[in-house]
């Protein structure tokens, strides 16, 4: 895969351990303050079915990605999870989290069934591995009142989609009866506990700010994995600061697509960002042409805007074989700014592997029409 690579600022290194970039979904960066030893979640997943590699190649990218993942787990104090999808956290992979202050999402709350249920899982398993017991949940019926999260997106309510407007607000709508049906559950469902086995504490981190000896870590409120009620849920970036230096991860924001976390992103103007970037492999199914169009606009803007030492645009979008062809316009940006855009792959020095696999299908489509002319 070619030599890793790693930024140092200051007393912080931080190494890109692995993305989809790479040939397997994950999203994991390994950053050591000198304070303390932070991986920021370990998971990793196959590519998905149409993604142009055989099914043999698509597991040993993800044998490369767990070894990396297994290696700095190990020099890790501290481990998040984010939200609970398999590229992010590895439920099954206990010795990743033993030992280690686990920082993560609550999944009692801005969480939908199907994470819930991972959440569950992982929890009840990891607390009998560690005690040998089972972890309570507290059956405990509750009347918390969540307020409607579109309170917080009024630059992305403020915006006029024209012909699809009323279709918009259909949407918001439905979304909102979504999570008023969700809210019902997190006040039913049994809480499960933050606890503490030994050198193991799980702490639910979302909205907290910790401090290990000058670094802070901030876990923002959760937002939207995507779209405004987007049906797979809710995520927490992070935010890592010490002496001046900040690194933003924004872990599934899907572009941004929320003009509002775009502000928000600007706004923090980090040293280092990382940024999943629109998943445009799935045009036009859960991606439709204008919440694209949002997210290249928001790129675009974050690019202009930011004064990123570094911006690592991975994730979502390289899985996608043409990503570089559909974010011309974030490419052209970042060239003419001077602004360093990069993936994990380029770290390592070799062109994401999705680009690789467009090359050569160009090259084979320009060779098939040449000698078809003569």
Request: proline fraction near 5%; include cysteine; aromatic fraction near 12%.
């Amino acid at each position: 895969m070619g030599r890793m690579r790693r930024i140092k600022l200051g007393s912080i290194t931080i190494i890109p351990i692995w993305s989809d970039s790479m040939g397997a979904k994950s999203f994991s960066v390994f950053i050591d303050t000198g304070d303390v030893r932070i991986m920021i979640d370990p998971g990793v997943s196959i590519m998905h079915p149409s993604f142009p590699i055989s099914d043999e190649e698509k597991a040993n990218y993800v044998e490369k990605a767990w070894s990396e993942l297994v290696k700095y787990a190990r020099k890790s104090d501290i481990v998040t999870v984010t939200h609970y999808h398999y590229d992010h956290f590895s439920p099954d992979a206990p010795d990743f989290y033993e030992g280690k202050i686990i920082l993560a999402k609550n999944p009692n709350q801005y969480i939908n069934e199907s994470q819930r249920g991972r959440a569950e899982e992982f929890y009840y398993y990891f607390y009998r591995d560690l005690t040998g017991k089972e972890l309570k949940f507290e059956k405990t019926e509750r009347n918390v009142l969540y307020e409607n999260p579109l309170k917080n997106l009024k630059k992305a309510l403020s915006i006029d989609y024209g012909d699809y407007t009323e279709r918009k607000k259909e949407l918001l709508e439905k979304g909102s009866r979504w999570f008023e049906r969700l809210t019902t559950k997190w006040n039913k469902w049994p809480l499960i506990p933050e606890f503490k086995v030994g050198e193991t504490r799980c702490i639910f981190a979302d909205g907290r700010t910790f401090k290990f000896g000058e670094t802070l870590i901030k876990f923002q409120e959760p937002m939207f994995h995507g779209i405004e009620f987007s049906r797979v849920g809710w995520v927490t970036p992070i935010i890592i600061e010490k002496d001046g230096v900040k690194i933003l991860y924004t872990s599934d924001l899907n572009g941004p697509i929320i003009e509002d976390y775009a502000d928000w992103i600007i706004k923090e103007n980090p040293d280092i960002l990382f940024i999943d970037g629109p998943a445009t492999y799935m045009i036009p199914y859960t991606l439709n042409l204008i919440n694209f169009k949002r997210a290249l606009n928001n790129l675009t803007r974050i690019i202009r805007m930011v004064n990123s030492k570094y911006i690592f645009l991975d994730h979502h979008l390289t899985r996608d074989v043409r990503f570089r062809k559909r974010l011309r316009e974030v490419y052209e940006t970042s060239t003419k700014l001077h602004k360093r855009v990069m993936t994990f792959s380029e770290m390592r020095e070799k062109k994401p592997l999705a680009e690789r696999i467009f090359n050569n299908m160009s090259r084979r489509k320009e060779k098939k029409i040449s000698n078809t002319i003569l």
